[in-house]
């Protein structure tokens, strides 16, 4: 706690100071005023590179440096941004043609090779890129992997067989082709992820080289630009780029600004020291209403809270112990009580967010249903003694105490959350296969498709498979999906597998989850979006 | 120190009672204390508030018939009743049970880190005192250094290696932490007053009836030089007792199901607006304890203290 103080002291003066900086403007005639800045809460980005960037506070940095591709409308269908158009006959070869007229921040001209030479950098295995299983899906990914022939021992992995992706290939300026390894009809959609902006040249020393120093003053494409350099741990700022051709800000410029605490970000928003803050911390949620009246807000996001069982638990490994636990467990009252309604009861396994979503895929297992869990229970011989392990870094102990709680009066069990300081530390002791029980995950889409919630999660060695589920079938029609000729087609497949995993409960899904933001009386407009983000083009500074 | 060397002197000479009141029984030291301590108000508040902790500690029934496992939801925040004088916090738990129960973990970890500390401290400081020379200065360099440790630094560093959630093993881990950093104070004190003792006259006898170093160390010096470390060991119990708290609340000390005021605080802090009580309860039951410990400490010495007299 001391150290949490410390951070929240030496912030609130930091804070302080910079927000009466920016109270410069503020007449009193008109309705918005272009010149004025925003102040927005980022807690620390942890790359500002977008084949490495994947925190929402990095993409949120980086949504107003670049432009997309593609960005997503009310119905989450994608539309042209940067592209002028993206097409396929056969979802295999995919044709992109960008805009004219869009130029970096250093005035260079951005051009296919602009994207090309970013998605090869992002793909190469030895740049250990994060964001580097977007590229999984394009020809040529693994001819740019080696393994490290004897993991972590003095050997040099390999050089990869090739540097750039077979897949990619321009056609002209304007103009390139990707050819994917394998059909993928919603390859338009996931060109709006962060992992899909196009690099300078300006950024390369050499030919798939990132020159020192670029993470900290990015050069995009998009409708603002750098300002200064990011200075870690405190802020970035950017201001408009005048020569941006899409929608123009409305605003002059932004100060990203960080965070290590969320209730001082609070505070501060409360006293008008900020403008936005995006994530309100759920122990200020009784309070945020009466605090800030109609500018506490909240919003749709894509995220999805549940609890997983580790496959190498033997006790979890019945079905129906699974599934009396799920009845056991009042989502409402957890929701109504814990979140105030900010978040809402999960009967799904993907978010109402995207298409192909249904209600109540996972049936009774998801109704509260205390005397049927017992008995149902009792039966599958269910183990005495429960444990939901979860970060202790992100809020999570008190939803974590009350299902605790409900599953020792509904179950008659004895049940415990244990915290473990951060989500890697979570991850370490499942993957030493340790007892940890039930453990807590969360899921924010990268992209909005019901993919993206079935793949990495469940299929046999998906990235965030951590629990180690396999099932054939499962696996087979996610692939089935993926190849599908059309979104429709492929959208029946999913379902398909979904209700798969609502007859095996591998996960219990407990929760959808909700932006709850908060802005100062200065701004109008603050909309923050499904992944989390504030919408850059959107907000207005009140003159 | 006079009346000590007299009396002992008295004692080990097996003759007549010392002189300083030859009229009624032999005035020794402690009689002396206890006569002071009859008349100290603030010995019979503390006497009386550590006799009230220890009783709940051992046994919590008597003080509520509620079970401070018992939460849920549909209670959260909900004002007194059903057994519950305070009420009910953030998860629906009785407030006032959970304080009660709570007082068993911390006297645990505050009487055991004590005793250890003790044993610890006597060891060290007797061997220190008594052989003096080369002895005393290997020893005093090692209390300065564990001295130089900041005990609650030290304890998160110890702790956070401690990876086993079982409730029994976290206790025993913070009495060993809180022992190994807390017990150089009490060393010192030991260490002062066998060095004085040794000095006495009836140490120098026993010697000269032949008694060896074991002997003369267990049965003459250590009953003379028990008296202020008993005092500064009820201190330490206090302030164990906060430490324990403190890391609890920090999240590395005792950690759920066990149940302990640092956790409830912990917990009662964060829903501060909605509803005081959770957090005020239990903050005021581990300050009227750690208060006790330290007063009665407090007044112990006062009236063990000749100088004070």
Redesign the interface.
Same mark, same amino acid.
Request: hydrophobic letters at 30%; charged letters at 25%; a negative charge.
């Given at each position: 706690m001391q150290v949490r103080r410390l951070a929240a002291w030496t912030a609130l003066p930091l804070a302080a100071t910079l927000g009466l900086a920016a109270c410069g403007g503020g007449g009193d005639s008109g309705e918005s005023d272009p010149n004025a800045t925003v102040s927005i809460q980022i807690a620390e980005p942890q790359h500002l590179i977008s084949t490495n960037t994947n925190d929402s506070s990095g993409n949120q940095v980086l949504s107003a440096l670049f432009a997309p591709l593609v960005d997503y409308d009310e119905q989450n269908k994608p539309f042209e941004v940067a592209a002028e158009s993206v097409n396929s006959t056969d979802n295999l070869t995919w044709t992109i043609k960008l805009k004219d007229g869009y130029t970096f921040h250093n005035g260079e001209k951005v051009t296919s090779d602009s994207y090309l030479n970013a998605w090869n950098y992002g793909a190469y295995g030895p740049n250990g890129q994060g964001n580097s299983y977007f590229f999984e899906k394009i020809a040529g990914f693994d001819d740019l992997q080696s393994k490290d022939p004897d993991g972590d021992g003095p050997q040099k992995a390999p050089e990869p067989k090739a540097q750039t992706l077979t897949g990619l290939k321009k056609v002209d300026d304007l103009t390139f082709t990707v050819t994917l390894a394998k059909p993928y009809s919603e390859f338009k959609t996931i060109l709006g992820y962060t992992a899909f902006y196009p690099l300078p040249e300006a950024a390369f020393s050499a030919p798939g080289v990132i020159k020192d120093g670029y993470e900290d003053a990015p050069i995009g494409n998009g409708p603002f630009k750098m300002k200064g350099t990011w200075q870690h741990d405190a802020k970035v700022e950017v201001e408009r780029y005048d020569a941006f051709p899409g929608d123009k800000p409305k605003i002059a410029g932004a100060e990203f600004r960080i965070y290590q605490q969320l209730t001082a970000a609070y505070a501060d928003v409360l006293s008008d020291n900020l403008d936005v803050d995006v994530t309100v911390p759920t122990e200020n949620l009784s309070t945020a209403a009466t605090d800030l009246g109609d500018r506490f807000q909240q919003s749709q996001n894509s995220s999805f809270q549940f609890v997983a069982f580790p496959t190498f638990q033997k006790e979890f490994s019945k079905p129906d112990v699974r599934k009396a636990i799920s009845m056991a467990i009042d989502r409402d009252e957890i929701t109504k009580s814990i979140f105030k309604e900010s978040q809402i009861s999960a009967r799904s396994f993907v978010s109402p967010v995207v298409a192909g979503y249904r209600d109540d895929t996972c049936g009774e297992a998801c109704e509260f249903n205390p005397t049927k869990a017992k008995e149902l229970y009792q039966a599958a011989g269910g183990p005495a003694e429960l444990k939901i392990t979860y970060n202790g870094d992100g809020g999570h102990k008190d939803w974590v105490d009350a299902t605790c709680n409900q599953l020792k009066t509904n179950l008659g069990v004895d049940c415990v959350g244990a915290a473990e300081p951060k989500f890697s530390d979570l991850l370490t002791k499942v993957e030493g296969k340790q007892p940890v029980g039930l453990i807590r995950m969360g899921w924010l889409m990268d992209y909005p498709s019901m993919e993206n919630y079935l793949g990495p999660l469940y299929t046999t060695n998906g990235s965030s498979n951590y629990y180690g589920y396999s099932n054939p079938d499962f696996d087979r029609l996610v692939q089935e999906g993926t190849t599908a000729a059309t979104p429709d087609e492929a959208v029946k497949k999913y379902q398909q597998a979904e209700d798969i995993l609502a007859t095996e409960m591998p996960v219990i899904p407990l929760r959808f989850g909700q932006n709850v933001y908060a802005h100062s009386t200065r701004v109008k407009n603050v909309e923050v979006d499904l992944f989390q983000v504030v919408d850059m083009t959107k907000i207005e500074v009140v003159s | 120190m006079s009346e000590l060397e007299t009396v002992a002197a008295a004692e080990l000479s097996g003759g007549k009672a010392g002189s300083a009141d030859p009229a009624a029984r032999p005035r020794s030291l402690a009689g002396d204390a206890w006569r002071d301590l009859r008349r100290n108000p603030i010995f019979w508040i503390s006497l009386v508030l550590v006799l009230a902790v220890t009783a709940m500690a051992a046994f919590p029934g008597l003080f509520t018939s509620n079970d401070p =496992?018992?939460?849920? @939801? /549909?209670r *959260?925040h909900a004002g007194p009743g059903g057994g519950a004088p305070f009420g009910y916090d953030? *998860?629906?738990c009785d407030i006032y049970a959970r304080a009660v129960f709570g007082a068993r973990a911390s006297l645990l970890v505050g009487a055991f880190s004590a005793l250890l500390t003790g044993i610890i401290a006597i060891t060290v400081g007797m061997l220190a005192g008594y052989f003096g020379r080369w002895v005393d200065a290997a020893l005093s360099r090692v209390i300065d250094v564990v001295l130089g440790i900041p005990l609650l630094l030290a304890a998160i560093v110890m702790l956070k290696r401690i990876s086993s959630?079982s409730p029994n093993i976290r206790i025993i881990a913070v009495i060993f932490v809180l022992a190994i950093l807390g017990w150089t104070t009490a060393a010192r004190v030991i260490r002062s007053s066998v060095i004085s003792a040794k000095q006495q006259d009836y140490v120098a006898a026993a010697r000269m009836l032949g008694a060896g170093n074991g002997r003369t160390m267990w049965r003459h010096i250590l009953p003379n030089s028990l008296a202020p470390v008993i005092v500064v060991l009820t201190i330490a119990l206090g302030s164990f007792i906060a430490a324990e708290a403190t890391l609890s609340? @920090?999240?590395i000390g005792l950690? /759920?199901?066990t149940i302990s005021w640092g956790i409830d605080i912990? /917990?009662g802090r964060? =829903?501060m607006?909605?509803s005081a009580v959770a957090l005020v309860v239990p903050s005021t039951f581990l300050a009227l304890t750690v208060l006790a410990f330290i007063m009665l400490g407090d007044a112990i010495r006062d009236a063990f203290d000749p100088k004070l007299r």
């Open positions: - | =496992h018992d939460c849920t @939801l /549909a *959260q953030f *998860q629906g959630d609340f @920090l999240g950690k /759920a199901p912990d /917990a964060t =829903h607006r909605e």
